[in-house]
Structures are given as structure tokens and as C-alpha cells.
T-cell receptor
Framework: GESVGLHLPTLSVQEGDNSIINCAYSNSASDYFIWYKQESGKGPQFIIDIRSNMDKRQGQRVTVLLNKTVKHLSLQIAATQPGDSAVYFCAETPNDYKLSFGAGTTVTVRA | DTAVSQTPKYLVTQMGNDKSIKCEQNLGHDTMYWYKQDSKKFLKIMFSYNNKELIINETVPNRFSPKSPDKAHLNLHINSLELGDSAVYFC?????????????FGPGTRLLVL
């Protein structure tokens, strides 16, 4: 079936370095993608989104890249901070309201 | 100022009991959702309501029954609780039930069935 997945379940990064979190999706009909951040004991929090007519979108310290050719999505976090430690989920929806979530990547920031 | 709130935050109960989880959103959104997050952090949609009408009903046991008294509230009632129901349940809401609408999540209800 269609699925959204992340390449790596865990990522350890040095404080101040840039982080890259990857996500592969299989539903070619997907046209809207979202990255969520979930801190321990909290609900997922919206970070940034991108529509299929774009290949890059920037926010504050975060950039999402979309490569529709290989069905790949990535989240880049610049100058990673301790507060960035969390589980990151990519989610996609093929033009409806049912979000499909990937398994999540746990990011740990080393001081 | 809580946008999406859930009660209770923690729920510990015995197998076979019936329990309810409540959700409220003050964002003025039309659509609300229930998700289940398992021990491996995998999030899966269970139900969705748009203006009090059920629009998504995934393959969920019929022991789970959502109820939406108005568009700001979506409650989840679970009958005959089983060990496998132990998980974190998240409520979410979005402006509309259409592709591309950001969903905002509540803090979660941690359910433990003993």
C-alpha cells in the first residue's frame, strides 16, 4: 500500500551544526507535504509545509526540499539547538484530508 | 489560550472497562480528528468529523465510538478496553476538510490498560 517513511530512525547532531532529516514517500498522487515536530510528552507541532508545485520552501531556520522525481522530502535545520531535540515526522496527503505519517526520526542534539 | 485541549491527560484503567476522552478546539475550525500513536511513535488516523459529520472512519474496532456534539468538540468513547488499546490518543483540528489544510494537535491522552 501507499506509505510514507523516513530513512533513519535516529539522528545525532552537534549543537550548531546543520541537520538534515529525510523522508521517502510512495504515493505519486500526493500533493501536500508537512513536517511536524513532536517533543517528549507533547503533541505534534506544525513546522513547515510544501505543495507539490514547489521544490523548496524556507522558514525560520528550516528549509523543506521536495523532489517529486524520486519522491523524496527533506527537512534541513540550520544551526541546530538543544530545543530542536524531538521526533520529526513527515506527512503527506494525496489531495484529501487524510494525512499519512511516516515513522518519525528522533533527533538528539549533543552539547 | 489552549488551541486544542484534551482531557484527561493520563488514563489508567482495567481491561473490560469503558472510558471516554474529550477534545475541544477554540480555533473555530470545522474539522476534527482522532489519531492513535503506538509505542513506536507511529501515528495513524482513526476518525474525522467535519461540522459534526463523520467523514473518515478507518479500520477501527467498533468498540471505539466518536461523538461530536458540536464542531468545537469531538469525544472518543471506548468500550470493553483491551490491553492493545494502550497508546497515546491525539485529537487534532483543521480549518476545513480539504487537502492542504494544516492540522493542529492537542497534547495527547496517555491511555494505559492493565
Amino acid at each position: 500500500g501507499e506509505s510514507v517513511g523516513l530513512h533513519l530512525p535516529t539522528l545525532s547532531v552537534q549543537e550548531g551544526d546543520n541537520s538534515i532529516i529525510n523522508c521517502a514517500y510512495s504515493n505519486s498522487a500526493s500533493d501536500y507535504f508537512i513536517w511536524y515536530k513532536q517533543e517528549s510528552g507533547k503533541g505534534p507541532q506544525f513546522i513547515i509545509d510544501i505543495r507539490s508545485n514547489m521544490d523548496k520552501r524556507q522558514g525560520q531556520r528550516v528549509t523543506v526540499l521536495l523532489n517529486k522525481t524520486v519522491k523524496h522530502l527533506s527537512l534541513q535545520i540550520a544551526a541546530t539547538q538543544p530545543g530542536d531535540s524531538a521526533v520529526y515526522f513527515c506527512a503527506e496527503t494525496p489531495n484529501d484530508y487524510k494525512l499519512s505519517f511516516g515513522a518519525g526520526t528522533t533527533v538528539t542534539v549533543r552539547a | 489560550d489552549t488551541a486544542v485541549s484534551q482531557t484527561p491527560k493520563y488514563l489508567v484503567t482495567q481491561m473490560g472497562n469503558d472510558k471516554s476522552i474529550k477534545c475541544e478546539q477554540n480555533l473555530g475550525h470545522d474539522t476534527m480528528y482522532w489519531y492513535k500513536q503506538d509505542s513506536k511513535k507511529f501515528l495513524k488516523i482513526m476518525f474525522s468529523y467535519n461540522n459534526k459529520e463523520l467523514i473518515i472512519n478507518e479500520t477501527v474496532p467498533n468498540r471505539f465510538s466518536p461523538k461530536s456534539p458540536d464542531k468545537a468538540h469531538l469525544n472518543l468513547h471506548i468500550n470493553s478496553l483491551e490491553l492493545g488499546d494502550s497508546a497515546v490518543y491525539f485529537c487534532a483540528s483543521s480549518q476545513a476538510a480539504s487537502g492542504g489544510e494544516t492540522q493542529y494537535f492537542g497534547p495527547g491522552t496517555r491511555l494505559l490498560v492493565l
